[in-house]
């Protein structure tokens, strides 16, 4: 065997980038993306890709594993779960937070989580960082050494007790992302409105699962992105705002980019798929499934989501993942108890279904093209948070993480994903598309019936800066 052979050869591959559909042959070597050419020569172990389209291995930049909670409350995925159901979902990369909780260091929390992550994660990963004490040792040294250190994104929420910050904080916290170069992401609904409209609702008996809805409307979530955004004006620094659930903030943010202000959005499967109405149409608790927060709207705001994900209002679609099992006195169900909406906590699964969704749904059913599904699910998401060439893309010295999708009709089942949640909100949804293998570089992690990876191959990724920002001299 020469020093130039290759690995691996994926043959006959149509592929997909975020630019781009070709018919070729992808060379691996060493993990990496080689040759892209037809007629390649033969590697030691060859796959027949023939007829099917090929995508570069997700990357999701939003999602929660094994986040220290208030007990009794524990997420159900750690990183070995969490990351395998993503493999089986065609996911390469993923993005969890490393969240300060108040009183902590940053610091201590990024090592904390590290140890969370080594020898479980199944695929490669970066943290962002959740800032939720922004002391002045955290901004004046921690903040400052950990985006050195490749910790380029972290988020502010301007909402949940545990974790809100004042516009103060923001703005200060703001400051820091844009003299070294780091991306702030911001959860935006307004705190103290939500507390007002929960205690009213309280005080009705509306304490059922969908009342959730109720206390966070859409208003909430408009006046919050609308501050976000003025305290980004006012910093002069972009922004991202995270799981952006329907009209009201997206007009928000087309008022901004008209107005020339540097503002990103993400959006998640539940905006396109759950309603309101999947949190109960009467009080029972089986809605406490799918309590997250924004909460899903109405069939008219999918379209509206719909349509800004086909005309580049979003630039990353992310799941969400934030795994509480349902009939658990860890999860939806605290202490064992079917306990009002203010206390359940927030978040649904979505890691293995995020990419099949919107495959099956955006591309084969015609609302956007494959070069917008790559750039959403991976080529964005890889640049938006400094990873990008080696992720996101199907390039010559790219990491060789793929995706073959088999296209064929099958109904969503929990029983045959690999998180370890006990449900799935899109139960017996009807897809058209589920990845047949996974490849994360140039390893099957999943075969189309079974995971293959290991526990612990994963990588920690540093980020470098995120390509969203202004280049500053
Ligand atoms: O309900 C949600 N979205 N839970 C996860 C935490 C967050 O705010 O993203
Ligand atoms: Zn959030
Ligand atoms: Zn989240």
Redesign the pocket.
């Known amino acids: 065997m020469t020093a130039n052979a290759l690995d691996l050869v994926v043959r006959n591959a149509r592929v997909a980038t975020a630019s781009d559909t070709f018919d070729c042959d992808i060379g691996i070597r060493n993990g990496r993306v080689a040759l892209l050419g037809e007629g390649l020569p033969a590697g030691t172990r060859e796959i027949d890709a023939a007829g099917r389209t090929v995508t570069p291995g997700g990357v999701d930049a939003?999602c929660?594993l094994d986040q220290p909670m208030e007990g009794p409350v524990k997420m159900a995925d750690d990183f070995l779960t969490g990351t395998r159901s993503a493999a089986c979902g065609g996911t390469t990369t993923v993005i969890p937070f490393a969240a300060q909780m108040k009183g902590q260091s940053l610091e201590a929390a990024v090592v904390d989580y590290h140890g969370r992550a080594e020898g479980k994660a199944c695929i490669d990963y970066a943290f962002h960082l959740i800032v939720s004490d922004p002391t002045p040792q955290v901004l004046a040294t921690e903040l400052p050494r950990l985006i050195s250190q490749g910790y380029t994104s972290f988020?502010v929420?301007m909402?949940?007790d545990d974790?809100k910050l004042d516009d103060g904080q923001i703005l200060d916290v703001l400051d820091v992302a844009r003299t070294h170069g780091a991306l702030a992401m911001v959860?935006a609904e307004n705190a103290d409105c939500i507390e007002w409209l929960t205690k009213r609702l309280e005080a009705a008996g509306r304490t059922a699962p969908r009342w959730h809805a109720h206390a966070r409307p859409m208003l909430v979530e408009r006046e919050a992105t609308h501050r976000a955004i003025a305290l980004s004006e006012l910093v002069d620094v972009p922004i991202l705002i995270?799981?952006v659930s329907g009209r009201e903030a997206i007009e928000q943010i087309r008022w901004a980019r008209a107005h020339g202000l540097s503002v990103f959005a993400e959006t998640?499967p539940q905006y396109l798929f759950l309603t309101a109405e999947d949190l109960g149409i009467d009080d029972s608790y089986q809605g406490a499934r799918c309590?997250?927060?924004?909460p899903p709207r109405d069939k008219a705001n999918q379209e509206i989501i719909w349509d800004g994900l086909g005309d580049g209002l979003f630039t990353v679609f992310s799941s969400?993942h934030?795994p509480f099992r349902y009939d658990d006195p860890q999860g939806k169900k605290p202490g064992g108890e079917e306990v009002p909406f203010r206390h359940i906590?927030?978040?649904?699964p979505g890691l293995e279904t995020r990419l099949p969704l919107l495959y099956s749904e955006g591309v084969l059913g015609g609302r956007i093209t494959l070069q917008k599904f790559v750039e959403l699910t991976a080529t964005n998401p890889a640049k938006a948070y400094g990873l990008h060439p080696r992720k996101g893309t199907i390039a010559v010295g790219s990491d060789a993480d793929l995706v073959v999708w088999d296209e064929r009709a099958l109904a969503i089942d929990n029983r045959r994903l690999h998180h370890a949640v006990d449900y799935t909100p899109y139960e017996g949804m009807q897809l058209k598309a589920w990845p047949g293998l996974t490849l994360s570089r140039g390893e099957v992690v999943w075969d189309g019936t079974s995971f293959t990876g290991q526990a612990g191959r994963g990588k920690f990724l540093p980020c470098g800066t995120p390509s969203l920002l202004p280049k500053r001299t």
């Open positions: 939003h929660h988020k929420y909402t949940y974790l959860h995270v799981h998640c309590v997250c927060s924004p969400d934030a906590p927030n978040g649904i």
